[in-house]
């Protein structure tokens, strides 16, 4: 038994069982992937109870707890069973879902489910999520730089997005979520003690919080446009921070049914505290961590008004779109994205058209399948549509360097240039709320 069969294989014993007929079931999923079951019906006998709890311990092993509670046995089982019962009825979905896809099991009747999780809920929660403000003018654009795989260019492209704003007189504000593997204070030369993971756990233990942004020296004449709020010192004592980070959701226990999680709570604080700073930024640019971690789910599902997808060719970076994607659509109220084939060979190279038309079919068939909907669905050739890759090519002198200023040409490449335009072009705000 694995743990992607335990409940598919569960829900068929007990559909097969004889209180199949008039029962209905709840599935308990605790933090290490065990079930334990709970029943809905008064009319139970022990010995039906006792042959499903059987059948239940041969097919899933030790994935299975027992035994089984039901609302018709006396006393204490009985009791606690009524309770799981309305627990996962007020708190939880009304059917039992395949995790991601969002599809119910095929059977009968709909299930009930409380499923306790450590992480990822910010990728595995249902129903759509927004960023802590309306894209309105007057206040900032949120832009979320996000990829599957690091390596690929992500800090870089957000830290030229910031620097051909800046040039043109917009003010913006860089926020450094990649926790765990920090850079963009060091980046752009605007390290300080205090940072966003030191924001966060002073908000787990109090409620409130503070934090002052630095300007980013290594931008030379544009310093002050660009306020870097870097992830904080690295030290011993940073790593004793990064283990306070909670994710967890408390909702079920919570007066107001609220989903969020402690850190999420923060980051949402935090992006309230920086909105309201002086010089008021007008673009708030995050630097995401890769992969699927829960500081990258927070950053791409409810903060940001936009998101920017950076992958190379490669099935590896197709594979993690694909998921990203699917996620995001489902997650967000209102999902608009860039999406960005990187590390792209020069025009030159005999290889690259050949690579950026795989790229962009790659592209466009996950956004057929997991972002557009209905009848009306663009072509694959569309220029303007959000399947449409924008490519960022390879460039040596950008692998490695010292000081950023040394690379200001390399940053206002045409590519780069293109990039920052279509992150205006969808920030564009709506009119300002009444």
């Known amino acids: ?10 829900v068929a014993i007990c559909e097969r069982s004889s209180l199949a007929a008039a029962a209905e079931f709840c599935v308990v999923r605790d933090p290490r992937g065990r079930v334990r079951l709970a029943v809905k019906f008064d009319e139970a006998q022990p010995a ?15 994935y ?30 009304s059917e039992i879902k395949q995790a991601i896809t969002g599809e119910p099991l095929r059977v009968a009747r709909a299930w009930k489910k409380l499923e306790a999780r450590l992480s990822k809920l910010a990728w595995l929660d249902e129903g759509p999520v927004k960023p802590p403000w309306p894209l309105v003018a007057q206040r900032p654009r949120i832009v979320t730089f996000y990829s599957f795989k690091g390596g690929v260019g992500r800090t870089t492209a957000m830290a030229a997005t910031a620097w051909q704003l800046a040039e043109e007189g917009r003010q913006v504000a860089v926020l450094d979520l990649d926790l765990e593997a920090p850079g963009v204070g060091a980046l752009l030369a605007a390290d300080s003690d205090r940072g966003v993971l030191d924001f966060i756990v002073d908000h787990l233990a109090t409620g409130a919080a503070e934090i002052d942004p630095v300007p980013a020296a290594g931008l030379g004449p544009q310093a002050e446009k660009v306020q870097v709020y870097g992830a904080g010192r690295l030290s011993p004592e940073y790593l004793e921070k990064l283990a306070r980070l909670d994710f967890t959701s408390h909702a079920a226990w919570s007066s107001t049914g609220a989903r969020q999680s402690p850190v999420s709570e923060a980051l949402q604080a935090l992006l309230k505290k920086v ?26 599902h409810s903060l940001a008004h936009v998101d920017v997808f950076l992958a190379a060719a490669g099935e590896q970076g197709y594979r993690g779109l694909d998921l990203t994607l699917r996620v995001a659509a489902k997650r967000k109220a209102d999902f608009t994205c860039v999406v960005v084939h990187a590390l792209a060979p020069g025009k030159g190279n005999p290889e690259a058209l050949a690579e950026e038309q795989e790229f962009r079919g790659r592209v466009y068939e996950a956004f057929k399948q997991f972002v557009y909907s209905g009848d009306e669905i663009p072509g694959e050739d569309s220029l303007i549509d959000h399947h449409s890759p924008w490519v960022i090519r390879r460039n040596e002198n950008l692998q490695r360097f010292t000081k950023i200023a040394d690379r200001r040409e390399d940053l206002f490449r045409a590519d780069y240039v293109e990039l920052k335009k279509r992150i205006e072009e969808l920030t564009e705000p709506e009119e300002p709320e009444a």
């Not at 109870?49 to 092993?61: F, M, N, R, V």
């Not at 700073?277 to 791409?300: F, Q, T, V, W």
């Open 1 to 10: 038994m694995t743990f992607d069969k335990v409940i598919p294989e569960l």
């Open 48 to 62: 039906e109870l006792d042959s499903l709890k059987a059948a239940l311990e041969a097919a899933l092993g030790r």
């Open 64 to 93: 299975f707890v027992g035994p089984i509670i039901a609302t018709g046995l006396p006393g204490e089982s009985g009791k606690l069973a009524k309770q799981v019962i309305a627990l996962a009825t007020v708190f939880d979905t």
């Open 275 to 300: 909105a309201t700073s002086e010089p008021a930024p007008e673009y708030i640019l995050i630097d995401s961590r890769a992969g699927l971690h829960d500081l990258s789910g927070l950053s791409l």
